[in-house]
């Protein structure tokens, strides 16, 4: 068997603080410190923190991530240690025991991931987190109890010169795109009692997700041109939907694809799909009434052909998710619809339900619109009363 360590491991120095009654006793501050060394493996499945010892940090260090050497001679001079690095999958094997390690380490390998985003990507996803009872718990659910809890934010605006330097610049006459603008605020009441008209629904899509146009270098190598910018004109950004209430289509799981402007079912969620909205949204109930949502997944190979390891390419994608957000909110606004987006989400529930590999495509927000209800039942910021007092009847 060869052997070599994975591509991407991060070691990092974590302290634990506990009560110690007889620190206490004693006299002193009665917390014990504990300093355990973690290693850091995106490519790793379920857990991506492992607690390794100073032997295993030091046989980490010597192994190349690059060459495959011979099992044999380190077997003989650290073989519990290194049974343990190729149990965890921190070092990979050529042989079939190892497979499933090498597997996706080849597979990061082979996306061209820059190392820090990797990692960075797979320790931020959640999996059954429920944010809303955290922050009521918190006492974290409104404005008023967030400073009560934390104090005051920092300033409102940045003053980068004295008020008597600032050169002062007309307030211009509201035309109708500010007014739409205006109209533009992030709905946490939906009307799920009502359903979408198919054709809003299509139109929603047609203009936020489909493809305009077609630039063929070769058959296999084309790019898309969409109403939304996106970082190398690459359009990484894939479309899975979550379907509530649509005139003329099930509810269910959806993949949209771009080019054929048509939806490919999918399996329903196992837990049904009421209960799947609520846990992929985090359990952020006034958004999971929305009649579509759509969570916004990246094809990161598609990006990263371009970007190799690129320190900005993961940056990239993350404004392509809000480039795509924002069109779909002034597109809903304008037929009168309301919308959201949110980053609060359980990744992990998510890419079980639709079949993803987070390193292949991870979903990064989910964005949905839908029916405004006729009353505010949970609070949303419209300060300048564009909304709310202003709401057209649905006809």
């Avoid at 990692?119 to 967030?146: F, K, N, P, V, Y």
């Avoid at 709905?187 to 008209?197: H, I, K, Q």
């Avoid at 957000?325 to 609060?344: C, D, I, N, R």
Wanted: proline share 7%; with cysteine; aromatic share 8%.
């Amino acid at each position: 068997m060869r052997i070599r360590r994975c591509a991407v491991v991060y070691l990092e120095p974590r302290e634990d603080a506990g009560f110690a009654l007889a620190s206490l006793l004693a006299g002193q501050a009665g917390i014990q410190r504990r300093l355990r060394w973690l290693a850091l493996a995106p490519h790793l499945q379920g857990e991506i923190e492992i607690e390794i010892d100073a032997d295993e940090r030091e046989l980490l260090g010597q192994l190349s991530p690059g060459a495959w050497v011979e099992a044999e001679p380190w077997q003989a001079q650290h073989g519990p240690v290194l049974a343990r690095l190729l149990d965890s999958g921190l070092v990979t094997g050529d042989d079939e025991r190892h497979a499933g390690h090498r597997e996706r380490d080849e597979a990061l390998r082979a996306a061209h991931w820059w190392p820090p985003a990797a990692l960075a990507h797979r320790l931020a996803r959640w999996q059954g987190l429920d944010s809303a009872a955290a922050m009521d718990a918190s006492e974290l659910s409104t404005a008023a109890d967030i400073r009560r809890q934390l104090g005051p934010p920092p300033a409102h605006t940045v003053e980068r010169a004295q008020p008597s330097q600032r050169l002062p610049l007309p307030r211009l006459p509201d035309g109708e795109f500010e007014r739409l603008l205006a109209r533009r605020a992030t709905c946490r009441n939906f009307d799920p009692a009502r359903a979408l008209p198919y054709d809003l629904f299509v139109r929603m899509l047609q203009r936020v997700f489909a493809a305009q146009a077609q630039v063929r270098i070769q058959d296999d190598t084309i790019f898309l041109k969409k109403h939304t910018p996106s970082g190398g004109g690459l359009h990484a950004t894939e479309a899975y939907l979550i379907v509530r209430n649509v005139e003329g289509v099930a509810p269910g799981l959806y993949h949209y694809h771009p080019t054929d402007h048509a939806l490919e079912p999918m399996a329903p969620p196992a837990m049904g799909l009421a209960q799947f909205a609520s846990r992929a949204l985090a359990g952020q109930h006034w958004f999971a009434d929305a009649h579509a949502m759509t969570v916004l997944t990246p094809r990161y190979a598609r990006s990263f052909w371009k970007y190799r390891r690129h320190a900005k390419a993961y940056r990239a994608l993350v404004l392509d998710s809000g480039h795509l957000s924002q069109t779909l909110y002034l597109s809903a606004t304008e037929l009168g619809l309301g919308a959201f987006v949110t980053s609060a989400i359980n990744e992990i529930d998510i890419e079980q339900a639709f079949g993803l590999d987070p390193l292949v495509e991870g979903p990064l927000a989910i964005c949905g619109f839908g029916w405004r209800g006729e009353h505010m039942r949970t609070s949303e910021f419209d300060p300048t009363e564009e909304v709310w007092n202003k709401k057209p009847k649905n006809p």
